[in-house]
Every structure is written in C-alpha cells, then in structure tokens.
C-alpha cells in the first residue's frame, strides 16, 4: 500500500474504529480504581466471554 492509498483510506478505517466496542475489561479498568477488582476481573476475561465478565465483574 503507498502513502497515497493510505491517506486516502484513512478516514474510513478511523469512522470503523470509532464503532468498534471497547472489551469490558478496559471499561472496567479505566472506571473502577480497585486494584482487587481489575485483577478478579482480568482473571475472569481469561476464561468467560465479555458479557459474563462484565456480568461477574458487576457483582464484585
């Protein structure tokens, strides 16, 4: 890819990335200080999928 497709490009891969979801875990993290929970929460994400992490994490 040149420099010129990629300029060109650009501003429909930044719109794509605007839309995506952030994994509950960065949500998670960047919301609650708690070292204990982030780390209960990460352990968590390594084996449920975000919805149950988000769920469990809730519970904490």
């Keep these: 890819m040149t420099t010129k497709e990629f300029i060109k490009i650009w501003p429909d891969l930044r ?3 605007k839309r995506l979801e952030l994994p509950w875990l960065d949500v998670m993290a ?5 070292p204990f929970r ?3 929460s990460c352990i968590l994400s390594l084996r449920t999928q975000d ?6 994490s809730e519970r904490l």
């Design 51 to 56: 919805k149950v992490t988000g769920e469990a």
């Design 15 to 17: 719109q794509q990335v």
């Design 30 to 34: 960047s919301r609650d200080r708690d």
């Design 38 to 40: 982030v780390l209960i």
